[in-house]
């Protein structure tokens, strides 16, 4: 299919078709949101491709407001009669939904910024290429150690897509974008035992890619977990690695919500200015970073996005907003309106969301811990409660003895609280390290209770 | 799309060489309502079509989806898919299409588009009063409604041609409970492959009355025990247990790839005697049940595990074709823009003989467990951890107070192993199974059972005396 200029006028020619038909019913206010994505993934198991996937999808999301009633459809159809069919359900799923002035579109504001979202590479580079890169890292991973018995998913991954926004007011938004990336998922066995290691790497450009050293750090994070066992039960200092940490952000963020502030449900409601977290903490969404996959000159309502520190020294600064939490707040917009896809209505959502990293080394972090536990891996994350802040984490990880990693540990839970955690927080290292749209980097928290055997 | 035109498109997708050509079509429809605050916060109605096109050839499978659905797009995207899998070799004749017949015929006697919304929103409404009429405390409420259409088309090279309308209706209710610092949550749902009749066959404010109910409940418990200790799983808690602990082990791409506990165990005792698991695709109305898989295989009931012997694994087309053996209708996926892979559909324990009342009369001491929160699992050594919604603390064969924060660590074909007593009893609760990313809708249950001992993580163990909850509102 042609890519280009002619493809950008069909999409704007869709969207001021739709924009118009909306308004003749009467409508003040609507936006159309359409997206245009490419996707490739290769899987290879014993240097052969095992899965290839292609894909390739449109579709139009669009919002109209009625009355101070927003409603919402979308389809994947963009014939005229599919449009106008989605333009009624979305006028007359308005008519039900509670009235609230503080429903908008957005307003043209000034140029949006120029990133470097789209590395030719990424599309130019040919399959073979591309398969090679997963070819390597599956030769790397068993190469790493002899204990490495089975490469169970070797991965290159691409998407490339195109952005577009347009609404009533005169809006106009444009843009394309592409990342790549490769993961690892290898399996070490000694005996009986079998154990899993993990690891991935997701960039903006292609070059970039390093597929020896993702299948070196899965193979070596299989490898180091053989032979681990359970330990007594302890309250003894943590340290998280940057995935698990990450892991753990990726809880936090629904609390930093301007949506979760409204609606009471997050632990941090009603606490700016307020200590939330150890003065060693910085948490910053920044939706314009350089380099980085959450970067977008826009966001899915089309508000410029930039940098929102969250916590400063410890002190909660603020929380992260779309156009209608800005408004029901009274603040503006942080550019954090976020859409999953075409599908999905725009909710407060991160861009780059991290934690910013320390002044020390890893080894430093450890050092001085006399007996510990280093986290590498937690299980049942996604079940912590976001309200009140509780998990209970299944987790396995090294022991840490007189600041060396010693012997593999499994099978014991950690439970506490997720501000407790924040304020125990009494090191922060300087390894930070992004999953895609998180990261953070290793941290260590002063006394958490283990339950072991 | 014709019948011919499909059979030109699969043509194109062997053109290089293959073993199997597949085309899945499908048209969703959906309607979503949400209800937060008080009010109906919104509405959301779409439409999504799209195909996608699968081709195996030896061990390798390429796949390719698109929702440009013109004719000679869909001969691109085939012909694309094809050289992605290619293999040398004399190309396959496509058979003749004939549709296998299906033992079941789902009978959707209120058809949820055919339903005003206004009716669905009225719904809605009603199950949030209820839910904020049961106590004061209630702070928060949130009821999702959701409908979805879902017709598809599959055909493949050996002929298959199946034409499926699938109809679900779900209705779920989220609560929060507030007193003084406190803040518990609670969660109940309703769903199954039926129309809007569901929510007339069934009382709505019933699953509202049973989330607030157990948010207040958690109000005033205790935090629970850590330790090993016996655990009695209720026959209401769900079969969450045996979905993720021993449901994911069996199925046979995980196997064969021994990435399962249960891999290379055919015919082998793997729990205790007392111990039947069943996947069943045709149980009437059930919130993972379809007349056909998404490759086009009739469902069927499918005994996994019988009194302890490990009996059969779940197949797609795919796995059991590297077996030589027949699908077990297992073969799902979440949307056109998936591969399908063997998945459950509904999954219990079959009931066994003792009533669920003297199972909790003959634990001297232990935990019991009434509602299950999620839970995750490593296939691989079958270790798994749970959240437990709501539990009681067990003495002398009797509940004497709830308690909250608990989690479930241990292994699933230990913990099957160690199931002393089963009841007689069987509930359902309903999910979404996120395998590989690809949500597909399922239900599981188990009876009461006594498990002899399982880890129970807890906040109110001997590491931490005081009860730190959260200070709020």
């Known amino acids: 299919m042609k890519k280009g200029k002619g493809e950008k006028n069909s999409m704007e020619d869709i969207a001021s078709q739709v924009l118009d038909l909306a308004k003749k019913k009467g409508v003040e206010n609507a936006e159309v949101f359409l997206l245009d994505s490419r996707e490739l993934t290769i899987e290879i198991a014993g240097q052969e491709v095992e899965n290839l996937k292609l894909a390739e999808e449109k579709g139009l999301g669009l919002r109209v407001i009625s009355q101070h009633r927003l409603g919402y459809a979308y389809s994947s159809d963009l014939s005229e009669q599919a449009l106008r069919k989605t333009i009624e359900r979305a006028v007359d799923n308005a008519r039900l939904v509670a009235e609230d002035v503080a429903w908008e579109v957005a307003e043209p504001g000034s140029r949006y910024r120029h990133l470097d979202l789209d590395d030719q590479e990424i599309r130019q580079k040919s399959l073979e290429d591309k398969i090679s890169l997963a070819k390597e890292l599956e030769k790397a991973a068993l190469a790493f150690d002899s204990r490495v018995r089975q490469v169970e998913k070797s991965v290159y991954q691409d998407s490339s897509y195109c952005v577009s926004l347009y609404n009533t007011r005169g809006l106009k938004g444009n843009y394309q974008g592409a990342y790549c990336g490769l993961y690892g998922v290898v399996i070490g066995q000694e005996g009986e035992d079998a154990q899993t290691g993990f690891s991935m790497d997701f960039s903006l450009k292609y070059k970039e890619l390093n597929p020896v050293r993702v299948g070196q750090e899965a193979g070596k994070k299989a490898v180091r977990m053989l032979g681990a066992q359970a330990m007594p039960s302890a309250k003894l200092p943590v340290v998280l690695d940057p995935y698990v940490m990450t892991g753990i952000l990726g809880v936090l963020q629904t609390a930093f919500s301007g949506e979760a502030v409204l609606k009471g449900t997050s632990f941090l409601v009603g606490k700016e200015g307020q200590k939330v977290a150890s003065s060693l903490v910085k948490i910053i969404d920044h939706g314009a970073l350089e380099g980085r996959l959450g970067s977008s000159p826009f966001d899915s309502e089309g508000i410029s996005t930039r940098e929102t520190v969250l916590v400063k020294e410890g002190e909660l600064q603020g929380f992260l907003h779309n156009l209608y939490t800005a408004r029901k707040t009274g603040v503006v917009s942080t550019g954090n309106a976020v859409r999953a896809s075409y599908k999905a209505t725009p909710e407060v959502g991160t861009t780059n969301f991290y934690l910013e990293k320390g002044n020390i080394s890893r080894q430093e972090l450890l050092r001085g811990i006399r007996q510990g536990l280093y986290v590498t891996e937690v299980m049942g994350l996604h079940m912590a409660n976001p309200i009140s802040g509780d998990f209970s984490l299944g987790a396995s990880g090294l022991l840490i003895e007189n600041g060396e990693l010693t012997r593999p540990i499994k099978g014991v839970a950690i439970a506490g609280n997720l501000q407790d955690l924040l304020m125990g927080i009494d090191a922060v290292a300087d390894d930070l390290t992004f999953y895609v749209g998180s990261g953070a980097p290793t941290v260590r928290i002063q006394g958490l209770a283990i339950s072991g055997k | ?473």
């Open chain 2, 1 to 473: 799309m014709e019948k011919r035109e499909i059979r030109e498109v699969l043509k194109k997708a062997l053109n290089s060489g293959a073993d199997f050509a597949e085309l899945f079509w499908e048209q969703k429809e959906i309607v979503m309502v949400n209800c937060e605050e008080n009010r109906i916060e919104r509405i959301n109605s779409g439409f999504d079509e799209g195909v996608g096109i699968r081709v195996m050839a030896g061990e390798n499978t390429s796949y390719a989806f698109t929702n440009d659905l013109s004719f000679t797009r869909l001969l691109e995207v085939a012909e694309t898919a094809g050289k992605g899998a290619q293999k040398k070799q004399d190309l396959l004749e496509i058979k003749d299409f004939y549709t296998p017949p299906s033992p079941l015929k789902l009978e959707i006697k209120k058809p949820p588009q055919e339903i005003e919304i206004e009716k669905k929103v009225q719904t809605v409404l009603e199950v949030n009063d209820a839910a904020r009429q049961v106590d004061q405390r209630i702070r928060q409420v949130t009821v999702n409604y959701g409908d979805v259409r879902q017709k598809v088309t599959i055909a493949n090279s050996d002929g298959v041609f199946v034409e499926d309308l699938r109809t679900r209706t779900r209705l779920s209710v989220h609560t929060v409970a507030a007193e003084g610092n406190l803040i518990q949550t609670g969660y109940h749902s309703l769903g199954g492959s039926q129309g809007f009749e569901l929510l007339e066959e069934n009382d709505p404010t019933q699953i509202a009355e049973i989330a607030s109910q157990r948010a207040i409940l958690m109000l005033s418990a205790k935090p629970a025990p850590s330790g090993k200790m016996p655990v009695v799983l209720a026959g209401k808690a769900g079969g969450t247990m045996v979905h993720e602990a021993c449901g994911h082990g069996l199925e046979a791409d995980l196997v064969q790839k021994g990435l399962s506990v249960y891999a290379g165990k055919k015919g082998q005792e793997v729990a205790s005697p007392l111990i039947t698991v069943v996947d069943d695709g045709l149980l009437s109305g059930k919130f993972g049940t379809t007349c056909y898989d998404d490759e086009g295989t009739p469902c069927e009931k499918n005994i996994l595990i019988k009194q302890g012997v490990l009996e059969n694994y779940m197949y797609d087309l795919r796995t059991a074709k590297q077996e030589g053996g027949k699908s077990t209708g297992n073969g799902r996926r979440e949307s056109y823009q998936s591969r399908p892979l063997p998945r459950m559909r509904n999954t219990y324990i079959a009931p066994g003989k003792t009533d669920p009342e003297k199972i909790i009369k003959e634990t001297k001491e232990g935990l019991l467990v009434t509602a299950m929160g999620g839970g995750q699992v490593n296939t691989l050594n079958g270790d798994y951890v749970f959240e437990v919604a709501e539990a009681y603390v067990i003495k002398d064969g009797e509940a004497i107070y709830p308690v909250r924060g608990a989690t479930l660590t241990g292994n699933g074909p230990e913990t099957l192993r160690l199931v002393e007593l089963v009841g007689k009893d069987l509930g359902f609760t309903i999910g979404i199974c996120g395998k590989e990313g690809q949500g597909v809708p399922v239900s599981d249950a188990q009876p009461t059972m006594a498990v002899r001992e399982l880890v129970v993580g807890g906040t109110g163990g001997e590491f931490i005396s005081e009860d730190k909850k959260i200070r709020r509102l």
